[in-house]
């Protein structure tokens, strides 16, 4: 923490110094203050040393003569992912003129789950969310209060707006559905709230979703040009604000000027593990699996040119988002077993707490979930008290759990051998590579605590209990996988940079995983798909907030 103390405090030293300096002047000044050693090494609390960010050092400013082609608009947003292209996608139909640039070929996208807070399609289906408070203090709660309170709210109270405004400006196109997915266990609960998002509207090749790829044509319609293969090195500064930005195109530099202000919608951190070292949580840094695509585009360009402009990071270390996404992508809230055959955990659990203690486990990448030829009758009885992503359907939109979906994820994981099947258990065990006499004595004592009603070994729900006495046994294999990191420069409700002395920066915003403040400690699954809820509100709000001043 001291070592991030001293980097923001670094880099608010060098906005301060810099006074009448040029922009690029300032930069310059801001490394020169960072609170380094004569020999550039970065000084921690207590007087050891550690080699300084690779960012610390900003780039020296481009050269007009080397500038091949210079564009104005009205709004230059960084990055074509979902917060990006929520906010050309607004501001274009508001009127103003917008200039995307994209660092990839194509706009980027992933996942399925968008939140919003009782959206009219959820009040259509009779599905009213929890009053608002309880999810703000859910939310607040599992980030260890360490997020800003504001930030939450702003998602409570607009993102339904947000869904709405989707879902009209789609028609036919679009279909936005709420789902019955969540967790709802004694310890953590998932609020429902989250939908799926399907249409026509989508490029499967490049594996662009359907909201995504709606929103990215309708800003093209509305005059929005979008510069792909273009990335983003540098924002202008001028006298304290940002004016534009210089980014990087196959023919040469190129300079966007915008006139009211710049949106970063840059994502995440994750795809640079030294930015994971100096803003992360140090487990973002533990999966053996990072499932971002495109990959290598999250490297953390937007905090950086943030940070080179005045801005800093979120006070507090970036949140891992970490799903069990891996191998067969189901394991129900039976017996787990590591890669030794031993159980090792309260199943009854949500996603993150069950990545993490895989992650514990000898090996650290997959752990088997166990039952028998009763599984239907068992999953069913405990989706209504537990549930969840992996557990659960990914995407139920039936107020009743139905076998079908789970069953052709099974059939596909024995295929693809992420699921092993046996009549016997020992098979099972041989199938598995698991130690059979460690496996068998924990599938005897798993027995014997449902026959006793109580589970003495981790205190699962009793009710969650289950026999594995039935053949056919099964064992499917799950794992985690990094995500993403979300979080990124300080921001106010406005979504403002925020610079020296917590002030915004003019000309200055930031939406998405590029925006920090939003969680902390972990990602909280307070709903389903708020990473992707609160993305496209950021972008919509930012959106309104330069247009309408
Ligand atoms: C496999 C997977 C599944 C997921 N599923 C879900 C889900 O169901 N629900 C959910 O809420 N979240 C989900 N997430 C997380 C979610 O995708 C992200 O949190 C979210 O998309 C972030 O949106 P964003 O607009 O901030 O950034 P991104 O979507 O990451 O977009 C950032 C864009 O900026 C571009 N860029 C970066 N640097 C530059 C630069 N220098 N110049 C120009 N452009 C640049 C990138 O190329 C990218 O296109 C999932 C993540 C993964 C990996």
Redesign the pocket.
Known sequence: MAKKELTRRGFLTGAAAAGALTAFGAMTGCAANSGTTDSGQKVEQGGEAKTGWSWDTPPEPVADGDIVETVEADIVI???????VTAACRASELGASVAV????SF???????YAAYQSKAMTAAGMMNDPKDQIVADWLRFSGDRNKEELAWLFINRSSEVMDWLDDLSGDELSIIPIYTHYAGPQYYEHIGTHVIRGEFADNENKINAPVYFMWKKAEENGATFYFDA??QQLLVEDGKVTGVI?EASDGYKKFAARKAVIL????ISGDTEMIEAYGDPLGLKPAVN????AG??TG??QKMGMWAGGHMQEYPVPT?IHL?RYCGLCFGFMYVNTEGKRFMNEDTWIQAKSIRVMEQPGGEYAWSVFDANWQKDVAASIPIAGGQFWDDMSRTTAEWTPDSATKVIEGALESGNAVKADTLEELAAAMGVDEKTFLAEVENYNALYAAGEDTQFHKRAELLTEIKQPPFYALKFGPSL??M?GGLDVNERLQVLGEDDEPIEGLYAV???SGGRYAVDYPVFIN?????S?MTWGYVAAENIVNG
């Open positions: 960084v990055g074509a992912g979902i917060s990006g640039v994209e660092k990839m706009p980027s996208s992933r996942g399925g789950h990335p983003a980014a919608a840059t994502g995440d499932a971002y695509t495109p585009a999250n360009d937007g988002m996404i995500l993403a979300p998405g995983n590029a798909g708020n990473s992707h809820g993305a």
